[in-house]
């Protein structure tokens, strides 16, 4: 049984849990009447309570301590060994310990609604902020996910969105703004309003990457905080322009890993971005200095853009997660869905489930039948 996820099961099932620290006094009591009198097991009633307070609340904890007392006075009362003295220090003991037992069980249960209340905040914020695509973008199929490195924390500097620039073409970024904590989360707001306000208004995407490095060079200075977070302030960003048809679509790569090509038959290949432009709100985007790129699409192709958490995973031996070799052994014509629930179960299990970054990941998938559902955000 994993105690450390007992207080996260439904209630009927906890409830039955109790069946365990409630046969441990039974068996330890029944031992201790029956054993020869120089054998003491009854101090081990104090088990039963500590194992309670580990997933119940206060309540249920001070339930089986009455029943671990009780257990206590019924051996007491078939005439166990040692003195009178002995066992009223006994009953001290187990009661005292209860009683910090049953402390220690409220502060664990507030605590953990204090948890799951900044777990829906942070949900809703990632969701206010974020916003997060449909499943179908004209004839593009989305998927998404937000991997946490921290336990607690749902959302981060990662950010991604999709818009529509016409009828018939999307287009989408995704990012990752240097830095963790309040300050990464404000700039990437920042990053994703300016995104959302000038991606339909802009011709091409290097004009886009040179609008977007003036807003946020803008808007950075405004909500960046110096003290918690000192240095630099920019954010890595890969702009995509997608055609619902066509067999094209064009990149511009601005400090961003490019993303990874999985053909309908199953084959993986890993793009170039052959001329990077430096990342977004660093100053070095000079006018005219965004350039943008092919990469082959068809229909029933699948392109995966990510943030670099993914890339620079690591498993126990410090080997970085190798993204196209994994992605090649998965089956081939998965949906964006099953693509990314695979590959986050796989990222997990070679990580030992833990990350030493945020990581987020995008997929789109172009279908070969026609556009029906709604336009993005």
């Not at 989305?142 to 991997?147: K, S």
């Not at 309040?182 to 309003?193: F, K, R, S, T, Y």
């Not at 990469?295 to 690591?314: Q, V």
Request: net charge negative; proline share 8%.
């Amino acid at each position: 049984m994993d105690l450390s996820r007992l207080e996260n099961l439904p209630e009927r099932t906890r409830g039955l849990a109790l069946a365990v620290p409630v046969a441990l006094v039974v068996v330890i009591s029944v031992a201790d009447a029956t054993a020869p009198k120089d054998v003491f097991l009854s101090p081990m009633l104090v088990v039963a309570p500590a194992l309670t307070a580990s997933f119940a609340g206060p309540w249920r904890t001070a339930l089986i301590a009455l029943v671990a007392v009780g257990g206590q006075a019924f051996v007491a009362s078939v005439g166990g060994g040692g003195s009178a003295v002995a066992w009223v220090w006994q009953f001290v003991a187990l009661i005292l310990i209860s009683v910090l037992l049953i402390f220690f069980s409220y502060v664990r249960e507030r605590r953990s609604r204090q948890l799951t209340r900044a777990r829906l905040v942070a949900e809703t914020a990632q969701r206010v902020l974020l916003r997060p695509p449909p499943s179908r973008v004209g004839a593009l199929r989305v998927a998404w996910r937000y991997l946490a490195a921290e336990d607690d924390a749902q959302i981060g500097g990662d950010l991604f969105a999709v818009t529509r620039l016409r009828p018939d073409t999307s287009r989408l970024i995704i990012g990752d703004v240097r830095g963790k904590g309040l300050p990464a989360i404000a700039e990437a707001a920042a990053v994703l309003g300016a995104f959302r306000e000038t991606a339909r208004y802009c011709p091409t995407l290097p004009q886009l990457a040179e609008s977007l490095e003036e807003r946020i060079n803008r808007d950075i200075e405004e909500v960046a905080d110096e003290r918690e977070d000192p240095g630099e302030h920019f954010v890595t960003a890969l702009l995509l322009e997608v055609p619902d048809r066509g067999g094209q679509v064009r990149m511009t790569c601005c400090g961003h890993p490019p993303p990874l090509l999985i053909g309908a038959d199953g084959r993986v290949a890993a793009t170039q971005c052959a001329d990077p432009a430096p990342p977004l709100g660093s100053g070095l985007l000079a006018a005219g200095g965004a350039a943008d790129e092919p990469i082959p699409y068809g229909e029933g192709d699948t392109l995966l853009l990510y943030t670099d958490g993914l890339i620079e995973a690591r498993s126990r031996q410090g080997v970085f997660y190798p993204l196209a070799e994994r992605v090649a052994g998965f089956p081939p014509a998965l949906d964006p869905d099953s693509l990314l629930r695979l590959l986050s179960e796989d990222l997990l299990a070679y990580t030992g489930g833990r990350l030493g970054d945020d990581a987020a990941l995008l997929a789109i998938t172009r279908t070969p039948e026609a556009a029906t559902g709604p336009d993005s955000t």
